[in-house]
C-alpha cells in the first residue's frame, strides 16, 4: 500500500522558514514523481512544486518560485519542502501526492487527478 506522511508544518511568522518532509513507502523509490499541493481555507487545492526522478524540479505556482524548494533523500524515502521568506498568503495545509512508475511531474491543467496517492495533509500558518 502506498503511503505518504507530512510532517514539518506550524506556526511561523512572515520572513520566517520551514522544512515540510514526506515520507514514503510502499512503492520503489527509483521512478516517481512527487509534489506538493497546498489548500488554504474556501480555496481550491493548487499545486506548488515537484521532483521526479528524471526531470527533477517542476514549479507549478509562480508565487513560490525564488523561495520554496524541493528535494528529495533516496536513501531515506523523503522528500523536503523547504520553504524561505515566507509570507501570510502562504497559509493553508500542504499536501504530499505521488505518482508511482513515473519519470517525469505532472503537467497542468488538471494536476490533482494524475496522482495517486495522498498523505494526510499538514498545517502551516504563517502570521503576519
Known amino acids: 500500500e502506498v503511503q505518504l506522511v507530512e510532517s514539518g508544518g506550524g506556526l511561523v511568522q512572515a520572513g520566517g522558514s520551514l522544512r515540510l518532509s514526506c515520507a514514503a513507502s510502499?512503492?520503489?523509490?527509483?521512478?516517481?514523481?512527487i509534489a506538493w499541493f497546498r489548500q488554504a481555507p474556501g480555496k481550491e487545492r493548487e499545486g506548488v512544486i515537484c521532483?521526479?526522478?528524471?526531470?527533477?524540479?517542476?514549479y507549478y505556482a509562480d508565487s513560490v518560485k525564488g523561495r520554496f524548494t524541493i528535494s528529495s533523500d533516496n536513501a531515506k524515502n523523503t522528500v523536503y519542502l523547504q520553504m524561505n521568506s515566507l509570507k501570510p498568503e502562504d497559509t493553508a495545509v500542504y499536501y504530499c501526492?505521488?505518482?508511482?512508475?513515473?519519470?517525469?511531474?505532472?503537467?497542468?491543467?488538471?494536476?490533482?487527478?494524475?496522482?495517486?496517492?495522498w498523505g494526510q495533509g499538514t498545517q502551516v500558518t504563517v502570521s503576519s
Open positions: 501526492a505521488v505518482v508511482t512508475l513515473a519519470t517525469r511531474c505532472p503537467r497542468p491543467p488538471n494536476l490533482y487527478p494524475q496522482f495517486n496517492a
Open positions: 510502499g512503492f520503489p523509490f527509483d521512478d516517481y514523481a
Open positions: 521532483i521526479s526522478s528524471s526531470d527533477g524540479t517542476t
